[in-house]
């Protein structure tokens, strides 16, 4: 999975609490991604971030927050107001913003709200 | 808008058949169209590109796509299939106006069969 880890690999919430979910690059990417992963509904975009202290929002951003105070690290909260939180989440990353560059991608943190 | 279509939810091959997985898309701008594979539980991994030049794309794991821009398609092909290629295959299209958001396809999963 490509120089990006994100932790934790499962993750139990009860219902009202935020969790916030991990994820580290070391490949020197500028950009980083969060996406939302639901059987039969393909990757939808949370947030992105191009540089450090700058993300925006993405397609399905209600509900959650983001920071990314450091380049290799963009860390995702998933807060209480996100009504359906269970899902898989995955972290992505890439170079340069030309357009030619593919996203290379975490191995996901799968989270289920009790 | 910018979107993209896998019309298969499945599709079931014999182990040394050809395959085809379909993709089409919509897009403004130039196209920049990707594929990738995810395995059970796992992160996305990069097959394939489509940037500009040859129709036909080659890749990882003897896979090939073929940009077609009247038919606005770019179909994951392999002349021979292995059980090992069971999985989970995405195609991508990135945002002609702003590089940092691609649009995925709900997927499509391919079966072959010993």
């Known amino acids: 999975d490509g120089g990006i880890t994100q932790s934790p690999k499962y993750l139990f919430r009860k219902e009202g609490q935020n969790v916030t979910l991990s994820c580290e690059q070391n490949l020197n990417h500028d950009a980083m991604y969060w996406y939302r992963q639901d059987p039969g509904q393909g990757l939808r975009l949370i947030y992105y971030s191009q540089i450090v202290n700058d993300f925006q929002k993405g397609d399905i951003a209600e509900g959650y927050s983001v920071s990314r105070e450091k380049k290799e690290s963009f860390p995702l909260t998933v807060t209480s107001a996100q009504k359906n939180p269970t899902a898989f989440y995955l972290c992505?990353?890439?170079?340069?913003?030309?357009?030619?560059?593919?996203?290379?991608f975490g191995p996901g943190t799968r989270l289920t709200v009790l | 808008a910018q979107s993209v279509a896998q019309p298969e939810d499945q599709v079931n091959v014999a182990e040394g058949n050809p395959l085809t997985v379909k993709c089409t898309y919509s897009v403004s701008g130039n196209p920049y169209l990707f594929w990738y594979v995810q395995y059970p539980n796992r992160g996305l991994q990069f097959l394939l590109k489509?940037?500009?030049?040859?129709?036909l794309v080659k890749g990882s794991y003897g896979f090939e796509a073929e940009f077609n821009k009247s038919q606005t398609s770019f179909h994951l092909k392999k002349p021979s299939a292995l059980v090992s290629d069971s999985a989970l295959y995405f195609c991508?299209?990135?945002?002609?106006?702003?590089?940092?958001?691609?649009?995925f396809g709900s997927g499509t999963k391919l079966n072959v069969k010993p």
């Open positions: 489509y940037i500009t030049g040859d129709n």
């Open positions: 991508a299209v990135r945002d002609g106006y702003n590089f940092n958001k691609f649009y």
């Open positions: 992505a990353s890439s170079t340069g913003t030309s357009g030619r560059n593919e996203q290379f």
